[in-house]
């Protein structure tokens, strides 16, 4: 169960880490706008990670497959979000899928140099 936290903890962390800089580097300005995205990812994060590592240890079938409509969701969700509470950007849709695009690109970048950490 520790290391289930540990990993939930880091993957947060470090999707808000990228997220928010993404933000700032696409000129996302004002407290309240970043703390919507760093708020947007405290809620969509677990969950992804969550149903991602329950999909790899009970399906036994590619990751694409339980992966991308995963991402998919969030992506969803997280512009639901953005069209909403979002008011520096004037296309949340755009914005969501580009975010998440490179967040998750960085995360398969770390992982293929082996920088996860392992609990």
């Known amino acids: 169960m520790g290391s ?27 407290r309240k706008n970043l703390l919507t995205v760093i708020l947007t990812q405290v809620m969509t994060n677990p969950c992804a990670v969550l149903g991602m590592l329950w999909c790899g240890t009970h399906l036994s079938c590619h990751y694409a497959l339980y992966e991308l409509p995963i991402e998919a969701l969030v992506v969803l969700v997280e512009w639901l979000i953005y069209r909403k ?35």
């Open 85 to 119: 509470y979002l008011s520096s950007i004037n296309r949340p849709f755009a914005y969501a899928l580009a975010s998440n695009y490179f967040s998750y690109s960085f995360g398969i970048v770390i992982g293929y140099f082996g920088v996860f950490l392992r609990f």
């Open 4 to 30: 289930l936290l540990l990993t939930m903890a880091y993957c947060l962390g470090l999707t808000i880490l990228l997220e928010t800089g993404f933000a700032l580097f696409v000129g996302i300005r004002g």
